[in-house]
């Protein structure tokens, strides 16, 4: 009878099989560690724009009640010299005035005053919504940043999966080749004659999948 077997130089050899899962582990790890790395820059972007903008925030809504300070004192100090000078012409012209000039400049400094106290209101009011927006977009920032991180995180499951569907078939064609060498070795050489499944086998290599993402 002829022999069917396949010549030696077209058989695949196990230690090729095992070669290429480990470069595919080691590729799958870089895919995975990659990937982690970007979920944590977006992380860690989104935070940064949160903080900038709650910083800048304050910064205006510190700057407007300082404005409105800085005018109230001015129209109290306007006030205070309006009604001064009043007070100084009414005692000049007459005593029989002198009490309406009182009233006058009394009427001046309460207004002065009132519109003083609105102007502190008003600013007050804009600081409060200035960083009422600003903890809203910084919000949102992180959101977006959480989903996306997310996302990432379910890609890295993924890829981890078909990971280890891939080195299970991978471990089963070696089985198979083993199993085809054994088979095609010569009649009455012995089990002493048949290689070693394992012989051509890196001694350093691995089939398991590593873990790069840290639990959360």
Do not use: W, Y
Request: charged fraction near 30%; avoid cysteine.
């Amino acid at each position: 009878m002829a022999d069917d077997r396949p010549p030696a130089s077209r058989r695949p050899r196990p230690a090729q099989a095992a070669h290429e899962a480990q470069a595919a582990s080691v590729r799958i790890a870089e895919i995975l560690a990659a990937a982690e790395a970007s979920a944590q820059e977006i992380r860690d972007a989104a935070q940064a724009r949160a903080d900038a903008r709650i910083a800048e925030a304050d910064r205006a809504a510190a700057l407007r009640v300082q404005a409105a300070d800085d005018e109230a004192a001015d129209v109290l100090a306007q006030a205070a010299t309006a009604a001064a000078a009043a007070d100084h012409d009414a005692q000049a012209r007459a005593t029989a005035t002198t009490d309406g000039a009182h009233q006058e400049a009394a009427r001046i400094v309460a207004e002065a005053a009132a519109k003083g106290e609105e102007l502190r209101r008003h600013a007050h009011q804009e600081a409060r919504e200035i960083v009422g927006q600003a903890h809203a977009a910084a919000r949102q920032a992180l959101h977006e940043g959480e989903e996306l991180s997310g996302d990432l995180q379910e890609l890295s499951g993924s890829l981890r999966t078909n990971a280890e569907r891939l080195l299970r078939d991978i471990r089963a064609t070696h089985a198979r080749l083993v199993a085809n060498l054994d088979q095609a070795a010569p009649a009455g050489s012995g089990r002493s004659a048949r290689p070693d499944p394992r012989g051509d086998v890196p001694a350093d290599f691995s089939a398991d999948v590593p873990e790069f993402l840290p639990d959360r």
